[in-house]
């Protein structure tokens, strides 16, 4: 069995207006691994991950490969009281830590904030704000257990297990213990995503995100390339014109 | 070679403690001047791990960590109530009475000054944080030993675990070892025998020979006895041992890690070496 763990770089259901997005003519990478298990989950992090991990991880045997994307290590799945649980529009890890202002935002987005995420916001920050500067030292260095986490995994469980991360800058292990088991490519899946575009450094960030899981059909290909290989292969880069994906915004929007 | 030794812990590990004979800590400092504790009691490894990670991109060959996990419940609340000096033992009042089993403050805590004004201010924030936070707690200890473990592959420093409970049961609350003794080698060594197991194995069996006399028959009921007037001795004890342990076994303590570095045989807790002190008045069976 395959399972799959990440963010919008795995989400299988990744949406722009109720329509798949960039699914057009190409199956992405998360579909051409056979039978999978996907667990993957736009805007979550590790803490969401780890959650569903945690359900599993002492069934793998040999037979089993799990391919986990550690993406931002403060994207943190917060408490959902039971008064808000029937309300879909509330994504926890849209109330973030900010480490400039030293306290809880909630997620800037270009639609309207539901009223029910600012009602479930406005009555919770500082209890998620409490909850960031006690667990503070755990949420910094998530990406650390999490990649020891999985790498203990491969080697009680003799599973393979494969790990990307949207940034490598967090990462302890990089690729210094990749074996038969484990291997962790050493490249941010955010800068692929980003190098993609044509002179990215000049253009910087485009508004609309247009491709299926943050990448082009070429870079779905190299994806399932090391997955099944396991072995170090570049993404593709500068290549992406980005006329299409509006050049306003400052920010390239990671759902 | 090892040249540097920085130990992390609760109460086995408490450097505080009334110093009335040789400890395993203290024996350490004697062969490798250069030791530092961090052990407080009632810390859990949240508090250890704080300064852990501060240590971990310095860690070397000459470096070697005396670890003992303990129950990964003991969060290290924010406080910011507290004075500096008192906020580890203020954190761990507050940790053993709000904390019950399913990780989430209780309701019936005993009040005190000190952490009724706590309380009065944090508790729905605490119990929020606990639910936010409740599978990093509960499978805690499993993430800290697997950093433990890729630290000892990474940085090339041996690192020696005790566990307070090696095996999930009921009374395991988080403080079980996902390793065990599965991955040690030259580096990485998980002791075989839990830090609780071995504190509540040092009281004798006085009643040993009166209980083989009541169940010499039923192998099951002698244990079962035998361990219900253990947990009475401990109960009642008034509990002179420095960080639960009797002196000879603070020897064992000081073998193994010494053991483990030397690459010699690594020796068992000794059993059945204390009696306990006790008010004459509350308790005694043999």
């Known amino acids: 069995m395959i399972d799959i763990y990440g963010d919008s770089f795995a989400d299988p259901a990744v949406t722009i207006a109720g329509k798949p997005i960039g699914y057009g003519g190409f199956r992405p990478w998360h579909e051409r691994l056979g039978k999978v298990r996907n667990f993957a989950k736009s805007s979550t992090g590790p803490h969401y991950s780890l959650r569903e991990l945690y359900k599993c991880y002492k069934k793998y045997t040999k037979d089993d490969h799990i391919i986990f994307i550690i993406s931002g290590h403060n994207r943190i799945h917060f408490h959902v009281p039971e008064e808000f649980k029937q309300k879909d529009s509330i994504c926890p890890e849209d109330a973030m830590w900010d480490p400039v202002i030293q306290r809880i935002t909630l997620y800037k987005e270009h639609r309207k904030k539901p009223q029910e995420k600012q009602k479930w916001y406005d009555k919770h920050n500082q209890h998620m704000d409490y909850a960031c500067r006690t667990f503070q030292e755990e949420i910094d260095t998530l990406t650390e257990k999490c990649e020891s986490f999985l790498y203990m995994i491969s080697r009680l469980q003799q599973c393979k297990v494969t790990v990307f991360l949207l940034s490598t800058a967090r990462s302890y292990m990089k690729d210094r213990l990749n074996d038969d088991l484990f291997y962790l490519h050493n490249y941010g899946l955010m800068t692929a995503s980003n190098e993609e575009f044509i002179n990215f450094k000049q253009n910087r960030y485009p508004k609309w995100e247009l491709r299926a899981n943050h990448l082009s059909k070429e870079n779905h290909d190299i994806m399932t390339d090391i997955i099944q290989t396991r072995t170090f292969k570049p993404f593709k880069k500068n290549f992406v014109d980005s006329t299409p994906f509006e050049q306003v915004e400052e920010r390239f929007i990671y759902d | 070679m090892i040249k540097r030794v920085t130990i992390y812990g609760d109460s086995f590990a408490e450097p505080q403690w009334a110093n009335s004979h040789p400890t395993w800590y203290g024996r350490l400092r004697d062969r490798w001047p250069d030791t530092v504790n961090y052990g407080k009691s009632g810390a859990g490894p949240m508090y250890s791990f704080k300064q852990f990670y501060q240590d971990l991109p310095k860690l070397n060959y000459e470096d070697l960590i005396v670890f003992v996990m303990s129950g990964a419940p003991r969060i290290y609340f924010n406080i910011k109530e507290a004075p500096s000096d008192d906020i580890h033992q203020w954190n761990n009042n507050i940790c053993r009475k709000i904390v019950d089993k399913t990780h989430r403050p209780s309701d019936h805590f005993q009040s005190e000054s000190e952490f009724d004004k706590w309380a009065s201010l944090n508790i729905d924030k605490a119990r929020f944080a ?97 361990e219900e007037l253990r947990a009475e001795r401990e109960r009642y004890d008034l509990n002179y041992r420095i960080n639960h342990f009797t002196e000879m076994n603070h020897e064992v303590m000081y073998k193994q890690v010494t053991g483990f570095v030397d690459g010699r045989e690594i020796p068992k807790f000794l059993k059945n070496v204390y009696k306990g002190t006790y008010n004459k008045d509350e308790f005694i069976y043999d």
């Open chain 2, 130 to 226: 606990l639910d936010t936070f409740r599978d990093e707690t509960i499978y805690g200890n499993w993430k800290y030993e697997s950093l433990l473990y890729t630290a000892s592959r990474i940085q090339k420093c041996k690192i020696f675990i005790w566990c307070l409970s090696l095996n999930q049961n009921e009374m395991s609350n988080g403080k079980e070892s996902y390793i065990k003794t599965s991955l040690n080698d030259d580096y990485f060594y998980v002791h075989d025998e839990s830090l609780e197991e071995a504190c509540s194995n040092e009281y004798v069996e006085a009643a040993q020979e009166k209980v083989d006399n009541e169940t010499a028959k039923d192998k099951d009921g002698r244990k079962r006895k035998i």
